[in-house]
């Protein structure tokens, strides 16, 4: 038995919203807005720099314009909240700017707005959401349109660590040359929405790139790299229409699930840590998903497609084979490569370091220092390789030396999978003489019957010096 919703709760778990001031209260208490002259029921911003004391609320029905260049900071957990539409269009020189006063503020909702109207974002800048948490009512976007139509065109969305920078929600919207980078989590979920995406980048993004659910979109011409989790994620019967899209160095490229469809035209595919496709069923209460993918470049050698039983995924005319495919494992997988820092190093010709982590930043002498390294291989080796861990003094020296197979030895690498994952710890035990101060680690893999290094390629095909690569993060022993 399992309990079916016909629609997802809405992206503010209570109508519990922010009491919204008379417009002779909004504009005493924030002297950066007047009355328009030209548009009834608009205030408007006052070009300059101004910082929000406490939230910025709409009064209700108003909606809020700008076209001079402005820069409004925001305290920590500020809210900006409007039921009216925001025509923020900014200067070519200059631009509309949202911003922290400090680390990061609450986040922008525009909460069932005229639907007359479409809110407008042009030459925009929103940086450092944390989305909001407030007693009665949260979002899990930075930046949130509920039943509120949206454009965005020539903005950036930057640092933001809610669960998504964009949330869009039973709205039409639509998004070009856009730019989202550097992101916690997903850069844009869209719920029960429809649109289009032109033009756009996605990058440095730790969960999804584009997430959507129950919804209907197009995507053209759109780059999407360095993504944690799925490049571009279909799921709850959604319908997607992709071309010319670039996926490179995301853990899939693309997924369908949960009774969706995928169509897809001329799609590259570059460094798929898991697979360039997926299709799956991920709950219960749905069923099987389907990809069709035509024009199809695989840049390199990654798993082209991984699909579950009675899904499907056709590329360039090829059905891919199906098998019991383990969702859950997927998943943590997915999730330990959360806190990676990024690599791209070939050794030889086929093994791949895909990043690190290092647990241990600041170990003490005597301690241990913890270093996760993540693998991939494009054969399965025919050497079980010995991995190295040098930690390295300020004039390159190596004071600590240890070496050991993958998995502390219980992983070696002629077990390995082709296109697997692996994630191989290495516990460094330090000296309890070693003294205090900043050191850096440097690996690299060996047969040990010879003692002779695997050759190291940097991510632009350069060869490594010494077959080593020296890691950029400080290790501080204190």
């Known amino acids: 038995m399992v309990d079916v919703q016909r629609d997802d709760p809405s992206a503010l778990s209570e109508p519990v919203l922010p009491v919204q001031p008379s417009t002779e209260e909004a504009l005493a208490r924030h002297p950066f807005l007047r009355l328009t002259t030209d548009r009834p029921g608009f205030v408007e911003l006052k070009p300059g720099t101004w910082h929000v004391e406490g939230d910025l609320v709409l009064p209700d029905g108003f909606g809020l314009q700008a076209t001079q260049p402005v820069t409004l900071t925001f305290g920590r957990h500020a809210v900006f909240f409007a039921d009216g539409p925001l025509l923020l269009l900014g200067p070519d020189k200059g631009g509309i700017h949202l911003v922290p006063k400090d680390d990061y503020w609450g986040g922008l909702v525009v909460f069932q707005a005229d639907p007359n109207v479409t809110s407008s974002f042009y030459n925009v800048e929103i940086r450092a959401t944390s989305g909001i948490r407030r007693d009665g009512w949260s979002t899990t976007g930075g930046v949130t ?147 069709q993918a035509s024009g199809v470049v695989f840049e390199d050698d990654s798993i082209q497609a991984m699909v579950q039983e009675k899904s499907s995924i056709v590329i360039n005319g090829t059905p891919a084979i199906a098998s019991k495919l383990d969702v859950a494992e997927l998943y943590r997988r997915q999730s330990v490569l959360g806190a990676m820092r990024g690599l791209n190093y070939y050794f030889g010709s086929d093994i791949r370091l895909l990043g690190y982590e290092l647990t241990t930043p600041e170990p003490s002498p005597g301690g241990t220092l913890a270093l996760t390294l993540y693998w991939q291989s494009r054969v399965r080796p025919d050497r079980d390789y010995t991995v190295f861990v040098h930690v390295l003094d300020a004039s390159g020296q190596t004071v600590v030396g240890w070496d050991d197979m993958p998995g502390q030895n219980a992983f070696p690498t002629t077990r390995w999978r082709v296109g697997r994952l692996v994630d191989d710890t290495h516990v460094v035990p330090l000296p309890a003489d070693l003294p205090a101060g900043e050191y850096w680690i440097a690996l690299g893999l060996y047969f040990l019957q010879t003692g002779e290094r695997l050759p190291i390629r940097g991510p632009e095909g350069e060869d490594i010096p010494d077959a080593r690569i020296i890691l950029e993060e400080v290790v501080k022993v204190g």
Do not use: P
């Open 145 to 291: 349109f509920h039943e509120s139509a949206v454009v965005f065109s020539h903005c950036r969305l930057r640092d933001s660590i809610a669960r998504a920078a964009v949330h869009i929600v039973h709205s039409n919207f639509e998004i070009a040359h856009t730019e989202f980078e550097n992101l916690a989590f997903d850069a844009l979920d869209g719920d029960f929405a429809q649109g289009r995406i032109e033009q756009s980048t996605f990058h440095n993004v730790r969960g999804n790139g584009i997430n959507v659910s129950g919804s209907r979109i197009g995507i053209q011409d759109v780059s999407l790299s360095r993504i944690y989790g799925e490049g571009i994620s279909a799921g709850q019967s959604s319908v997607v229409i992709m071309s010319n899209v670039r996926l490179a160095d995301a853990y899939i490229g693309t997924a369908s699930k949960d009774m969706s469809s995928v169509r897809a035209q001329g799609v590259h595919v570059a460094r798929a840590w898991a697979a360039g496709f997926a299709a799956y069923q991920e709950e219960l209460e749905y069923g099987t998903a389907s990809i």
